[in-house]
């Protein structure tokens, strides 16, 4: 149940589109969010990557992957609101299978210190932990880091990732 107050906390948001021209879609989702904050100091951004699909049909393109935080100002339920409002307005089709291509994907990483546990919304992100693509940005960004309910950093989990993990290639360091 979500029952965090609406007060500014940093939030992190995972940003990846493999579809159509991948970092104009990243760069208008970033401006997006942007919006939702208060002013540039209260704004970080990572890196982008690029990375193979993750569980994903066997055709589907590269993913461009990025993190972003962002100062926020409401509940977790009204970002993910908000998160979901902006994909739609760039395009993504909602209710389109999980893993399939997409022009952008946002995903809520963490929300301050809260934890969220509901149907539709859970918090820190349950696989982030596993993903070199969310990771490798966001230990750019916060490499010590750790995430509620968590004794590991960001970096630390970064270096525990195994072998066989796709290595990333870096696309672009400043968006």
Known sequence: MDSAASRMVRAGIAL????????????????LLRKLTSGD????????????????PADSPDFFNTVVEINYNGTPAQLLEQTQAIEVQLGRIPDTPPNSPRIIDLDILYFGEHITDADNLLIPHPRMT?????????????????????FVSVLGHLRSLTPDVAPLRLVEADW
Request: hydrophobic share 30%; charged share 20%; with cysteine.
């Open 41 to 56: 100091s209260a704004y970080i951004q990572a890196p982008i990557y690029c990375s193979c699909p993750v569980n994903c």
């Open 130 to 150: 596993q993903r070199r693509f969310v990771l490798q940005p966001l230990s750019d960004i916060r490499p010590s880091m750790t995430l509620p309910g968590d």
């Open 16 to 31: 990846g589109s493999n579809l159509g021209d991948r970092i104009s879609n990243l760069r208008a989702a970033r401006d």
